[in-house]
């Protein structure tokens, strides 16, 4: 039960040298579930996402396409990145860029307090260097190269050559924070998660911390490291600071830092690292709280493979969300992937799950239970008499799913809670199907039994749409304009959904939640 308090939960901000991929639109997407949910148990909920546009990496991105990085950034941003948003229907509170002038102010607030504390200074570096990570590599993190990279080290993440870099830096003094993270891992298991990131990053740790490097002078495009101005702070120290900078972190009114902070950080598992290891140890160094959880989720596959744009493998979400909606990619996503675990996406099994789960499903029991009050009482929603085994069993699984549910949630594990909110789906139909309402509806002696039913049905089905509000915010606010008594469906609480009673009149829903999809996509197409 929820108590009111703050939950705040950010995505990581993304890299703007190019478009974004289901990949992004699915951390997107579990963040803003998350966010929903949490909002709906009365909590003061909080979600914030948004751009990384500093960097090497975007400077040679905008070098290549003739423009400014500036410009390069305001164009992805407008036309591609923030109508993702839109696209899978995120409900974020912020949106914040590295380039926003508040973020700057509060980096360099940030910043000038560790050099004057003393865990910067100056010395010289040299290693392997991964553009498309912008992170230093230890030799254990590169591979051998293949193809036209055969004979030489690339990354393991981006398989490219890595570069050896020789530079006179400003250095954070991260090593000494490392039996400082060690015992914050020990006394605060849930910290990482899930187990299996934990376990690598704890492993990561106890091979030892170096100090690390965190300004360049080969390039200026950055933010200006305030006591020597031939340097940029390096990439990710610049961008891990927007989760504090959003909130007020470096101005006159830090309101929101105060209510808000610490954050929950829903990332990929592939820079878990940066904010498991990196980020706490900032925040210890600067005297701040270390955020609430770090989780980082799997990978989205195709054919087996993480998602390339070189291989051909990166699927925009509007190509999903053009033939099965919103509504369908975000319960696919949420559902078909254990949270945490990699995942692999198929057209056939998205259509298989809307055409099984949604349309013959969900969508199927709306519709026809909608339908049959119409016919059999004109709308009006009937009140119910004596109760059968069969009715309280519905009333009861309503209880269970919607604690289950919301443990799950508690637990990060939304594809958990959307299971237990389909056993009741699942429930339902079946119950309709062995009530038989229109064999009742031919007898005038089952007049009040056929009422019970359909009345027992409706809460259920009352007790499902609250609960996948937060899943499918479309859905289920055309479904609330047919069975709600006014309102939106986002002001009941999710965490209480079996307590919904029903609406005095029911209206036709129209045409179904979710139509019968003709023509499929083409398989493998991206």
Same mark, same amino acid.
């Given at each position: 039960m929820s108590d009111g308090s703050s939950f705040s939960i950010t995505t990581p901000i993304f890299y703007v040298n190019d478009v974004p991929h289901i990949g992004h639109a699915y951390t997107e997407v579990a963040a803003d579930f998350m966010a929903r949910w949490h909002r709906q148990r009365g909590d003061d909920a909080w979600l914030l996402t948004g751009t990384d546009e500093h960097g090497q990496k975007i400077l040679r991105t905008a070098s290549a396409n003739d423009v400014s990085p500036k410009e390069w950034a305001d164009r992805l941003v407008t036309d591609a990145w923030k109508p993702l948003l839109d696209t899978v229907d995120v409900a974020n509170d912020d949106f914040i860029r590295t380039t926003d002038e508040r973020h700057e102010r509060g980096v360099t607030?940030?910043?000038? +307090?560790?050099?004057? /504390?003393?865990?910067?200074?100056? @010395?010289?570096? !040299? %290693?392997?260097?991964?553009?498309?990570?912008?992170?230093? +590599?230890?030799?254990? /993190?590169?591979?051998?190269?293949? @193809?036209?990279? !055969? %004979?030489?080290?690339?990354?393991?993440?981006h398989s490219i050559?890595?570069?050896?870099?020789?530079?006179?830096?400003?250095?954070?003094?991260?090593?000494?924070?490392?039996?400082?993270?060690?015992?914050l891992y020990e006394s605060n298991p849930q910290f990482i998660q899930p187990e299996?990131?934990?376990?690598?990053i704890?492993?990561?740790?106890?091979?030892?911390?170096?100090?690390?490097?965190?300004?360049r002078s080969s390039f200026d495009w950055g933010i200006t490291i305030p006591w020597d101005h031939d340097h940029v702070l390096y990439v990710w120290f610049d961008a891990l600071l927007n989760y504090v900078t959003a909130l007020g972190y470096g101005s006159d009114d830090d309101e929101a830092f105060q209510r808000l902070w610490p954050s929950v950080h829903i990332v990929g598992k592939d820079?878990?690292?940066?904010?498991?290891?990196?980020?706490?140890a900032m925040l210890m160094a600067a005297g701040l709280p270390v955020p609430e959880r770090v989780f980082g989720h799997g990978w989205l596959l195709v054919g087996g493979e993480k998602m390339s744009k070189s291989k051909l493998t990166g699927i925009a979400p509007s190509e999903i969300t053009d033939t099965f909606g919103s509504d369908a990619f975000r319960y696919y996503f949420l559902r078909a992937i254990t949270f945490g675990q990699d995942g692999n996406f198929s057209w056939e099994d998205i259509s298989a799950r809307y055409s099984a789960d949604l349309a013959n499903g969900f969508g199927n029991l709306a519709s026809r239970l909608v339908a049959m009050l119409q016919k059999y009482f004109d709308g009006a929603v009937p009140s119910r008499g004596e109760l059968t085994?069969?009715?309280?069993?519905?009333?009861?699984?309503?209880?269970?799913?919607?604690?289950?549910?919301?443990?799950?949630?508690?637990?990060?594990?939304?594809?958990?809670?959307?299971?237990?909110?389909?056993?009741?789906?699942?429930?339902?139909?079946?119950?309709i199907t062995e009530q038989e309402p229109w064999a009742l509806a031919k007898d005038e002696s089952a007049r009040e039994r056929l009422g019970t039913v359909l009345a027992t049905a409706l809460r259920g089905l009352g007790t499902v749409?609250?609960?996948?509000?937060?899943?499918?915010?479309?859905?289920?606010?055309?479904?609330?304009?047919?069975?709600?008594?006014?309102?939106?469906v986002t002001e009941q609480r999710v965490d209480r959904a079996y307590e919904w009673q029903g609406a005095a009149t029911v209206v036709p829903l129209g045409s179904g939640l979710f139509p019968r999809i003709e023509q499929q996509p083409e398989q493998g197409a991206a």
């Open positions: 607030a940030f910043l000038q +307090k560790l050099y004057d /504390d003393g865990y910067i200074y100056a @010395g010289e570096f !040299e %290693g392997f260097y991964c553009v498309g990570c912008e992170e230093y +590599k230890q030799p254990s /993190d590169l591979v051998p190269g293949t @193809g036209p990279y !055969e %004979g030489q080290q690339v990354c393991a993440i050559p890595v570069e050896v870099l020789a530079e006179r830096n400003y250095f954070f003094r991260m090593s000494d924070f490392e039996q400082r993270l060690l015992d299996s990131v934990r376990n690598e704890v492993s990561f740790v106890k091979q030892g911390l170096r100090d690390l490097s965190i300004s820079i878990a690292r940066f904010h498991a290891v990196i980020w706490p085994p069969s009715d309280e069993a519905i009333d009861a699984l309503a209880v269970s799913v919607t604690e289950r549910a919301d443990a799950a949630v508690e637990a990060f594990a939304p594809h958990e809670a959307i299971a237990a909110v389909w056993e009741l789906v699942d429930a339902l139909n079946g119950y749409n609250v609960l996948v509000s937060p899943v499918m915010p479309k859905a289920t606010e055309k479904l609330w304009a047919s069975i709600g008594a006014g309102g939106s």
